[in-house]
């Protein structure tokens, strides 16, 4: 087969102990899915969850033990940290059911949903999409992917943020408003996911900005912790 025009490269993360490297198909994100952030977003409550979209290229991959670089974004003053749990897609499918829905993960990784968020208060006020503040380039930095069978109980591990050595964000994928299984449910009535779909699964309380020159060293229990420098 060929194209009219150069093929995009594949987007890929690295795998923890192996040289395979993972696939990355669609990267879907879930909003205000911790009740400490959802109030500091203004909102309370166990409201219905609702999902975005980042392209597959925002994925920058840091592998473990590695910093990675994310460019201060144009056009934004107020860019902010938010550490997230990512789970992995290994096994596709459409409605599925919370009881089913951790048999389709293979992995786990620790992400940052960066976001512009002085544009994403603008396109709020104005009732339209949130994709300038969201899903521009290079906006989920992700570290390296570890089996689900290896990340030990990852439903209530701890996930933390600190920018420059002082905390920023900590609390425990147990206060997801919409734990994982909940979430695969939702998610795969809307979508059919398939094998190599991403979910940032949101983000706890304490997000800020950041500038350029700040290192964001973050992590979740069970998983290897990502490093990124703004630049």
């Known amino acids: 087969m060929t194209f009219v025009v150069p093929a995009a490269p594949v987007v890929s993360l690295p795998v923890v102990g192996s040289t395979e490297r993972f696939p990355v198909r669609r990267v ?16 309370t409550g166990r409201e219905p969850p609702f999902f975005f979209l980042k392209p597959a290229d925002a994925v920058v991959p840091v592998p473990a033990g590695e910093t ?12 902010h940290h938010e550490i997230e749990l990512v789970a992995a897609i290994g096994k596709g499918g459409r409605d599925i059911k919370a009881a089913d829905a951790l048999a389709h993960i293979w992995g786990y990784a620790v992400g940052l949903d960066m976001t512009r968020r002085d544009l994403q208060g ?23 992917l570890v089996p689900a069978a290896q990340a030990g109980d990852i439903q209530n591990a701890a996930i933390w943020l600190q920018v420059n050595g002082a905390d920023r964000q900590r609390s425990n994928v147990a206060k997801l408003i919409w734990n994982l299984a909940e ?29 350029a ?19």
């Open 28 to 43: 879907y994100c879930v909003g205000r899915n911790y009740e400490e952030h959802a109030k500091e977003m203004g909102f």
């Open 68 to 79: 990675g670089s994310m460019p201060y974004p144009p056009l934004t003053k107020n860019l």
């Open 122 to 144: 603008e396109m709020k006020k104005q009732g339209r999409p949130w994709e300038i503040g969201k899903a521009f380039d290079q906006s989920a930095p992700t570290g390296p």
């Open 183 to 211: 979430t695969i449910e939702h998610l795969s009535a809307a979508w059919e996911l398939q094998p190599g779909d991403l979910i940032f699964t949101g983000t706890p309380e304490g997000v800020n900005a950041v500038v």
């Open 213 to 231: 020159g700040d290192l964001l060293v973050g992590g979740v229990d069970g998983l290897p912790e990502l490093r990124v420098r703004i630049a």
